[in-house]
Structures are given as structure tokens and as C-alpha cells.
């Protein structure tokens, strides 16, 4: 049996995603993690230090920093160094609001739909945000650069930049990345580049380029926001890192998030090290069994004309427009059919879904099927 076909039953875990939906039979499709195992030497290196049994304050070690130097080299070719980085035990979502913090503008730029803590961040900051829309272009979402210099203000310091795109799955491209570093260099803004989805390229044709490793230059302006959790499936374990070549800035953070963000805990530290050191050829079948369920998401989205989904290279989460079925709350729908979607609103487009779609196949195409009914049933209704 494929690896990842096992059914593995979550419930009583207290996994947010499953206890939403626990005594009905709603098919939690929502919130970003897998219903997969983590890798087996992750796991290991688990039991084994649990069975240590002291738990006391840890350091991070320099085995794991070098697990995630080499693993960026290899797979990004990009040299960083050691002291460039700064852990935070708290997740990439409050990194985002460190950021947001010390900014020295009242506005930053954000692109709209997003993953909604890029909105939440900058308010929880007291900041004004502008907001780029993503553009339809070639089937792919992506920024119009005109629109994006045109909507820079005098208090624009930073751009707020999530790259594989969540919720629309882009993996921008060279000349797209030099355009949008261009521009920052021009205004003097510095990007904070979420960059949590980057090892799930799904597309064979697409490769994942940090913003941060086109120019010294750009290196400089950066703040790269990076962590396990999503790719080998680990996020209740809190590990992230952002990576910051520039002394003065790193120190502003460092700054900022003293005694608020906590350090990455011992157990964190420990799948950490290994995942970035012993998982590829987990990873490697992964991205192989996403890119397949996608297919079936896509082929899905193509025989119904009242659904719309560009093409999407990375990430397991599928941005689906169901405008066309003139809804007044898709998600409540959806959700009437026994399947627990993300609602575009939060995101900024309450006419979309998100579907996760990190899960066993069978599941999806049961999902699947209870979508079709729910569209099936409205398409009458219009007619
Ligand atoms: C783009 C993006 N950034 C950040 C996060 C959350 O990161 P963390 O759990 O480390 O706070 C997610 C989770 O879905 C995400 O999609």
C-alpha cells in the first residue's frame, strides 16, 4: 500500500482540524496540516529523547543550525550563515507581528487574497495596510508590478511577501522575484518573505527561488521566514526560523521579540535537526502522492464548469473560485454537504474556497464527491 494512503484516525488527539468538525460527519478539509505520518526518523528521534526523560531549558545546538544551512543550500543553493538566524519556538505567524512591529513606516503592502495574518499582523501593529491585488495571468495568480509601484506611499517600509503564494499556490519566478526586488531597492522597503510552503513544489517545472538569495543587495533588505512544520508535517510542534543577513535589522527583531516569542523547545529542536537532515526521500514521495491528489483536484475543477481553478505549483491547498454558483455563504453550504472547507472571507474573496487537500486520496475523493452533490444540487436550483 502506497505510504501515504493509510488511513491514520486523528480523533482524540486534540488536533484542531479534526475536533472542529468531531460529532458530525463533516470531512475536515480546512486548516493547513496533513493527515499523514511524519517521517519515521522523525518519529525515532522523538521517542528516543523522551526517553531521556529530563526535559529541562534547552539550547539550540549547532547540528541543527547545520541541518538547515545545508538542507537551503542544497535545495535553494543558498549559502547562509549561522548567526543570520534567529529561531522562534512561537511559529512564523508571530514573526510576522514582530515585523509588523518594528517597521518604521505607518503603511505596509500586502497582497490580497492572503493567508490572513499577513492582514492581522500589520493591525495588530497599528498599521495601515495596502493592499496589491493578485492578478489572473496565464491561467497563474501573480502581481501586477505596474499596480504594485503604483500603490507604494511615503510610509511604505514593508512589503509583506508570501512566496509559494497561500492561498493561490504561485511559486513566483526569477524574472518576477528581480522585478519585485527592483522595485523594494528603489523605495527603500524591506520584505519580510514568508517562505513556509517553499519545499512543497509541486510542479516538476517550477523551482523555489528565495527572494533573499538573488543579490547581496536584496539579502540585505530581507527578512526570510522559514520552518519545518508545513513540509514534514509537524506544526504542533512549533519550530521556525527567519533568517536575517543584515546585522542591524536582526538585532531590531532579536530586540523586539525578547522575552515575548520563546525559543524553539527541545523536542522541536530535535525533529527539527533530523528533518532537514534524514527526511528527503519522505519528502520526495510526498510532493509525488500531493501533485497526484492534485491532479484529481484539478480534473475535478475541469468537469465543472460552475468551478474555477488556475494552475496552481505548489502547497496542498487549492484556491477554488465558486462564484459562478452565486452563493451567499459557500462555506456554510459546503459545509451542509458534510465537507468542513476554509471560506475565502477571511483571505479577502468570500466567493472562494480553500481545500485542503493534504490527505489520504480516498478522503478526497470522498470529499470530492460530496462537492459535486452540493453543486449538483445548487446548478439545479439556478436552472
Ligand atoms: C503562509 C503561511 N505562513 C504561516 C503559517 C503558519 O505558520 P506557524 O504555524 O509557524 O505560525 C501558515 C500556515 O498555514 C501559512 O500558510
Partial sequence: MELFDKIIDRSNTYSIKWEKYKSSDILPMWVADMDFKSPQPIIDALQKRVSHG??????????????????????????????????????????????????????????????PHFKKAPQNASKNIVEVPMVEKENRWTIDFNMFEKKITKECKLFMFCNPYNPGGTVFRRDELEKLSK???????????????????????????????????????????????KTFNIAGLQSSLAIIPNRDLRREFQKEMKDICCGVNLLAIEATRVAYES???????????????????QNFVNQNKSLKLLNQDATFLAWIDVSKLKLNDPYEYFLNYGVGLSSGEPFGDKNFLRLNFGTQRSRLKEALKRMENAIDAREKELS
Fill in 279 to 297: 527526511c528527503e526521500e519522505w519528502l520526495e514521495k510526498l510532493r509525488l502522492y500531493l501533485k497526484e491528489n492534485l491532479e484529481l483536484v
Fill in 183 to 229: 522595485i523594494c531597492l528603489k523605495y527603500d522597503i524591506t520584505i519580510c518573505s514568508d517562505e513556509i510552503h517553499a519545499d512543497l513544489i509541486l510542479n516538476p517545472n517550477a523551482s523555489h527561488i528565495p527572494i533573499a538569495s538573488l543579490s547581496e543587495q536584496i539579502a540585505n533588505k530581507t527578512i526570510t521566514l522559514l520552518a519545518p512544520s
Fill in 54 to 115: 529530563i526535559f529541562g531549558y534547552t539550547i539550540m545546538d549547532q547540528d541543527t543550525i547545520n541541518s538547515v544551512k545545508n538542507f537551503i543550500k542544497n535545495n535553494y543553493n543558498w549559502d547562509i550563515k549561522s548567526e543570520w538566524i534567529v529561531w522562534n519556538g512561537c511559529g512564523v505567524v508571530s514573526s510576522m507581528n514582530v515585523v509588523s512591529k518594528i517597521t518604521k513606516g505607518d503603511d505596509i503592502l500586502i497582497n490580497t487574497p492572503i493567508y
